[in-house]
């Protein structure tokens, strides 16, 4: 009798609306969302067999067709995702980073789809942190700028430059050369 409560109950489907921001175009076909704007366009693939995306009026409607716990709790990530793809190709995200060092001056140098970082206590060889997605990279004096319109990409780039000055076998307080992320946030014009 509970199981049949329980299997009637997950059946269930729901609905939930986005309202689409003016100057946003959205395509939406079944889990594949591309979203356009001033600052770039976002292309996403939602890989989730209960899961519908359709446009319609000025409304990205999320057709769930599963009302597990988990299902809500993914449902509310992908919300939240969809919003953040609207606020980026609206506005844009960046990251500041700021190159620190006592002894050894780092050289950081941006190449086509990765940023090189040399130098760091005076190591001969070179460190490379990849560029995610169309992210735009600038360097000027000790601090580095990411810019671009999906909110993933310019943060993961930003981890990416980060991580290849990690220092696990020196303490952090007494050596505190590398480069750290500093800021990040919505690109404000």
Not at 1 to 30: C, D, F, H, Q, Y
Not at 55 to 76: C, E, H, P, Q
Not at 144 to 153: L, P
Request: aromatic content about 6%; glycine content about 8%.
């Amino acid at each position: 009798m509970k199981n049949a409560k329980r299997k009637a109950k997950e059946k269930k489907a729901s609905l939930l609306e986005i309202v689409i921001p003016s100057g946003v175009t959205v395509e939406a076909n079944a889990n594949l969302l591309k979203v356009k704007g001033k600052k770039g366009e976002i292309l996403k693939d939602f890989k989730f067999k209960w899961l519908d995306l359709k446009s319609n009026a000025g409304k990205l409607i999320i057709n769930v067709r599963d009302s597990k716990k988990r299902t809500k709790m993914i449902t509310n990530t992908v919300e939240s995702i969809i919003k953040n793809m609207f606020n980026g190709v609206s506005k844009g995200y960046f990251a500041k980073l700021s190159i620190t060092y006592a002894h050894f001056p780092i050289n950081v140098v941006i190449k086509p789809g990765h940023v090189e970082v040399t130098n760091y206590f005076g190591e001969r060889n070179t460190v490379k942190a990849r560029i995610m997605g169309a992210s735009k990279v600038e360097i000027k004096g000790k601090d580095i700028t990411v810019n671009g319109c999906d909110k993933i990409d310019v943060g993961q780039t930003a981890a990416n430059i980060e991580r290849t000055t990690k220092q696990i076998t020196k303490d952090r307080r007494v050596f505190q050369d590398g480069i750290y992320i500093v800021e990040k946030g919505v690109l404000i014009e």
